[in-house]
Nanobody
């Protein structure tokens, strides 16, 4: 079993940046596929970015060029550097892990989820 805990959310003005972190415990972190998802009020959960065990990444079109996902296996942590934030980025951001390790792009492919961290971007 894996426990994931996100941190780093907050309130920022449009154009600002946040670094989100997700610390994992348990399991074999270095072989997990990892992802960041977000869910805004009244909207379905959506993919933000994913990273495979080997470091391959994929980004939603809405965040390409602004967000960067990375992982530090020594720290059992996955990060999401979110830059040039827009009001439409406002959501609860959740990290997820999948034991298969690949580049899963659907939420149902992930086995473990964090509790989420709130990102609010003001105009």
């Amino acid at each position: 079993q894996v426990r994931l805990v996100e941190s780093g959310g907050g309130l920022v003005q449009a154009g600002g940046s946040l670094l989100l972190s997700c610390a994992a415990s348990g399991g074999t972190f270095s072989r997990y596929g990892l992802g960041w998802f977000r869910q805004a009020p009244g909207k379905e959960r959506e993919l933000v970015a994913v990273i495979s065990w080997s470091g391959t990444t994929y980004y939603a079109d809405s965040v390409k060029g602004r967000f960067t996902i990375s992982r530090d296996n020594a720290k059992n942590t996955v990060y999401l550097q979110a830059n040039i934030l827009k009001p439409e980025d406002t959501a609860v951001y959740l990290c997820a892990a999948r034991s298969a390790g690949g580049l899963g792009q659907s939420g149902h492919e992930y086995d473990y989820w964090g509790q989420g961290t709130q990102v609010t971007v003001s105009s």
